[in-house]
Nanobody, 110 residues
Framework: QVQLVESGGGSVQAGGSLRLSCAAS??????MGWYRQAPGKQRELVAG???????NYADSVKGRFAISRDNGKNTVYLQMDSLKAEDTAVYYC??????WGQGTQVTVSS
């Protein structure tokens, strides 16, 4: 078992930045990802990072968001810049094969 704890969410104006963190209770051995779910919408992948550091992003966040990992701290980050109102959602951290954090709210006002 592993526990994932997200932090760093909050409210920001459009154009602003936030940095989310996901701390794992043990060493990370697998793919990590950030997902988000807006009200009335399905949960969607925002960004992923492999054990080797390969990254992938949703088209909607390419060039604005950056995922990274610090294996020594068992932590994954999501740097979010140039935030838009449509980025408003609950953001979840996931570790393969199916461990989820509790989510952190991100609200972007226009």
């Amino acid at each position: 078992q592993v526990q994932l704890v997200e932090s760093g969410g909050g409210s920001v104006q459009a154009g602003g930045s936030l940095r989310l963190s996901c701390a794992a209770s043990r060493r990370i051995f697998s793919m990590m990802g950030w997902y988000r779910q807006a009200p009335g919408k399905q949960r969607e992948l925002v960004a992923g990072i492999s054990l080797g550091g390969r990254t992938n992003y949703a088209d909607s966040v390419k060039g604005r968001f950056a995922i990274s990992r610090d294996n020594g701290k068992n932590t994954v980050y999501l740097q979010m810049d140039s935030l838009k109102a449509e980025d408003t959602a609950v953001y979840y951290c996931k570790m393969d094969p199916g461990y989820w954090g509790q989510g952190t709210q991100v609200t972007v006002s226009s």
